[in-house]
């Protein structure tokens, strides 16, 4: 896997199904968009064609080919939208990235071994912010949405935090700096939080 060696700097924000994110995600937007940084949001699976064929493709197939339909999607998501914006000096910010393979595709039954192989010629993010919650907060925050997804149907919280944990201390073992934040409750700290660690990040270059 490739160290991003761009003018810009990459973040890759993960977490489970129902822990909050997208919340954090549009604090964090506007946040930084209000000190005047030059940020790109993006998101996987990418709004492309074969992004959006990924996301329905996910919802009814599983296992090594639904792996290597994601990585595909990764590649050309870096190719289109993150390389071009890195080049350009800006802060990308991706809603999912390497992390989630490393937690879905697992619970699919996909060897760790075999989703870092299709992803070797990926770039590592400069920085891994992972979102965590209690599994009670998480399943409540499910139960208040109209339709799930079949990651998100069946009580399985549990196994994503657990894949989440080894995927974390995998990142870590190939040298990603990883940021952890605990979503229980006051976002406006998490929020505050997560755009210090990429404002720090951004002016150490």
């Known amino acids: 896997m490739k160290i991003n060696d761009l003018k ?4 890759a924000i993960d977490g489970p199904n129902g822990v909050g994110k997208s919340t954090l995600l549009a604090g964090v937007k506007s946040k930084l ?4 940084y030059e940020v790109y949001f993006t998101k996987e699976p990418s709004e492309t064609q074969l992004g ?7 919802e009814n197939h599983g296992g090594l080919e639904l792996a290597c339909l994601v990585a595909a999607n990764r590649y050309e998501h870096l190719s289109i939208e993150i390389i071009p914006n890195l080049e350009n ?5 991706s809603d999912r990235y390497l992390l989630s ?7 699919d039954g996909v060897s760790e071994e075999f989703i870092l192989s299709v992803n070797h010629d990926v770039i590592l993010p400069d920085l891994q912010i992972t979102i965590c919650a209690d599994e009670d907060i998480i399943q409540k925050r499910l ?3 109209s339709i799930l997804t079949r990651f998100e149907e069946g009580n399985q919280t ?3 935090l657990n894949y989440m944990k080894l995927g974390v201390q995998t990142l870590i073992k190939i040298g990603v700096n990883v940021l952890s934040v605990v979503n229980n409750d006051r976002p406006d700290v998490n929020i ?3 755009v210090n660690h990429i404002i720090n990040l951004k002016e150490k270059q």
């Open 143 to 145: 139960s208040e949405r």
């Open 33 to 36: 968009e209000e000190l005047g």
């Open 101 to 107: 393979s490393l937690i879905l595709q697992r619970m």
């Open 158 to 160: 549990l196994k994503e």
């Open 192 to 194: 505050e939080t997560i």
């Open 8 to 11: 810009g700097k990459f973040i």
């Open 52 to 58: 959006n064929y990924t996301r329905e493709y996910a």
């Open 89 to 93: 000096g800006k802060i990308v910010v």
